[in-house]
């Protein structure tokens, strides 16, 4: 029988697909040229020209939250798949070598998690300079000590399966192994946590954008508009609005497809977990 | 439980000096001379060569982490350059401002968390359980330095209730000072209650389908009665948890949400350090909230090891 989708799924999907068409929209079409400055036009509120108005150098709001959307993309993905790339092989390489393995990766996980993924960007940008680059360098650090962790934790519990010890008894070597019957059996999970830490990414990146560490300008992303727009709360209120609503409903979607994905497949954890 | 208590400690010692390691490495990827680097081009050769040998640059880098490492362990963080003090002293000043806003959302977002995660799973299914979750939905989705200044723009500069940033001090008495930190401490524990109340409804609603609840009930136990005094504290395991592993969040959170307000915290003290290069600062700053993390996440684990009724090996 086919089980029905879950509504958070349908949501998250629909709200994550608004996202990327947005950028990906960007790419060929904006309103206005978003790093088009116009003085005169500044702090516009919005109107039929500019629907959501102007910023303080007359730059026409909507284009910059698009192209703001493809920066958060670009960070996200960058900071994701780098965290897959790195956390997955670990995780599986510590569940097959069992107790030893197991142990370096829960201690390289503690020793990451001591610091917050926004310290480890600062600290990278104190060293090295702001920029995209530093950014991603040091959310991709958090994320591949998380997906490692979870990683881990899946593939042990499918190494304890009886299939798994029959193909081992039947000759299969451990690698074959995980490669054959452990990663596709922990594919969901890895990507229900992909998910959420792709959500966690565009948040810390408008973080640190917002304190001027993350993407430079005149590149616009949504972090430093809310910083911008906090200079003019008197006089564009609106402006501190738009770009924080923009990160609120891509975390939103990405977090509500997370769930989705997770309660389709493992019902049992109907709406039940954390973000 | 000793064996989990030791090993737990040894755990504890090995991640510290390992962050330690990192922090020291970090900073040695300094492109160039960091004494340069802080001090700027225009730097005259003498006071160049003086920083250069309080940060013992003309030493192998073996010895000068463990000069640093033990005067780490004596509490000695150097000397900032850009305030000519102690960073030790610096951080005590500016905790004054940082620990209480910590505490402050603490207690805001656990005081929000538990009954709003009681009444979801009171109210499982219902227009209440709704409530709640779309309340978790929405503040997780908010990052808290925009929660920030939406607090800020209505309750400072509509409402005029509270100051929009700033920090009078401790000096004027108790009430100025709360005052002053109860907006950014709300905008920090928002997204926490969020995520709280969220655990407390799954924890109070696994506990719920559990025997000696049915047992409780069985016997005559009210509703009520059930939910507070046998639901409760076994679901407040898994929230203290999480609100443990929300500590690093609430860490990286106060970084940017002091710069909102303007308060004279460790994280402005950061912030403010990378502005002016001062590299000992951002050092002696990152390793100790580091730490911070590290020993909160240990005493999270053992709380929860001592609390769990079952047995210790299936507890750690």
Redesign the interface.
Known sequence: MRRRLPLSLHLGAALTLLLVAMALLSLLWTPYPAEQVRVIARLKPPSAAHWLGTDHFGRDVLSMIMVGARNSLAVGAAAVGLGLLGGVPLGLLAAALGRWGDEVVARLGDLVFAFPAVLTAILLTAVLGAGAVNVVLALALFNAAVLARVTRGAALAVWRRPFVGAALALGRGPLSATLVHVLPNIAGIVVVQATVLFAVAIVNEAALSYLGLGIQPPSPSWGRMLGDAQTYLFTAPLQAVFPGVAIALSVMGLTMLGDGLRDWLDPRHRSSGVM | MLAFLLRRLV?LI??VW??SI??FA??Q???GDPALLMLGVNAQPDTLAALRGQMGLDQPILTRYLQWAGALARGDLGVSLTYARPVAELVVERLAVTLPLALLSLVISTALALPLGLLAAARRGRGGDWAV?GFS??G????S??IA??L??LFS?TLHWFPAGGFPGWGGGIGPALHALLLPALALALPEAA?LA??T??AV??TLAEDHIRTARAKGVGRAAVLLRHALPNALIPVAT?LGLQI??L??GA??VE??FTLPGLGRL??Q??GQ?D?IV?QGV?VL???F??VV?ALVDIACALADPRPKGLSS
């Open positions: 755990s090995v991640t390992l962050a990192v922090v970090v900073l990827l300094v492109p979750l939905q929405l997780v989705s908010m990052p330095f925009w200044i939406l800020i723009l500069l995520i969220r655990v409804r799954t609603l696994d999480v690093s969040f860490v990286a970084v940017v710069n909102v950061l912030y350090a990378i290069r590299l951002v990152v909230l580091a730490l993390v590290v996440n």
